[in-house]
């Protein structure tokens, strides 16, 4: 890690921790520890990775959206373009802070749905939530670099959190075979899921699942960073008048 990254990395930290967004996660991350504790024994890993499928959403793309929208209203961004960190950096920090906070928050949910947890499904889900957390981040970033504030920034993100949230209809069975690959293998909610499921229970997904889960959230990565280089330049980086 750089030392302008690493820097940038702390100044992330320090800024999620004054604007309460870590508060925040602890809240959410009990609420959605009572609610599992509340569901039955023997309830499907399905529910229980439904669960952890919210978290690129609330802690990587709700939170870098306010975020980026704070950071504009203050001049931040504006000062940032003038200065000597490159682009790739700011937003690879946001990506590294977010994605950790989502981690951490994430395995105390597997913990309180698994105690105790074995180790190779801590593993997975660490894996896992690396590539989920860092599509959450890029993709909410992507989101917010139009969006002139918080209320377009919601109004942006609702139509797509719903495209997301149609593989569920393949998660939970209603759809399959065939026609789950036709309607969502191009939908990175459908290679999220895959993903949570096999870290809560590999033998219920196959192989070809887990290749094609990895492999495109690996070029969702690829094609959402060098997306978001270019949106902050054209849109972020631009120094107001």
């Not at 009572?34 to 709700?62: E, M, N, Q, Y």
């Not at 373009?81 to 700011?90: E, H, L, Q």
């Not at 229970?201 to 990895?214: G, H, K, N, T």
Request: with cysteine; proline share 5%; aromatic share 14%.
């Amino acid at each position: 890690m750089s030392s302008t990254l690493w820097r940038l990395v702390l100044w992330d930290a320090q800024l999620q921790v004054r604007e309460n967004i870590y508060l925040f996660t602890v809240l959410t991350t009990l609420a959605f520890a009572i609610f599992l504790k509340l569901l039955p024994p023997d309830a499907p890993p399905t529910i229980f990775t439904l669960v952890l499928f919210f978290d690129p959403a609330i802690v990587g793309a709700s939170f870098v959206g306010s975020i980026v929208l704070m950071e504009r209203s203050q001049n931040t961004l504006s000062a940032l373009s003038v200065s000597p960190a490159p682009v790739r950096d700011y937003i690879l920090a946001k990506v590294v802070t977010l994605t950790l906070l989502a981690i951490a928050g994430s395995l105390f949910l597997v913990a309180v749905a698994f105690w105790v947890p074995p180790i190779d499904m801590v593993l997975r889900f660490t894996l896992v939530l690396i590539f989920t957390g860092a599509v959450g981040v890029l993709g909410g970033f992507l989101i917010v670099a139009r969006a002139k504030s918080m209320n377009h920034f919601i109004a942006r993100a609702m139509p797509i959190t719903i495209i997301l949230f149609l593989p569920l209809l393949a998660h939970f069975g209603v759809i399959t075979g065939f026609w789950q690959w036709l309607l969502f293998a191009i939908n990175p909610g459908h290679a999220m899921l895959r993903a949570m499921l096999w870290a809560a229970d590999p033998a219920a997904v196959s192989s070809a699942d887990i290749i094609y889960a990895f492999a495109y959230m690996t070029l969702m990565i690829a094609v959402f960073f060098r997306w978001c280089v270019v949106t902050y330049t054209s849109e972020l980086g631009r120094v107001e008048e």
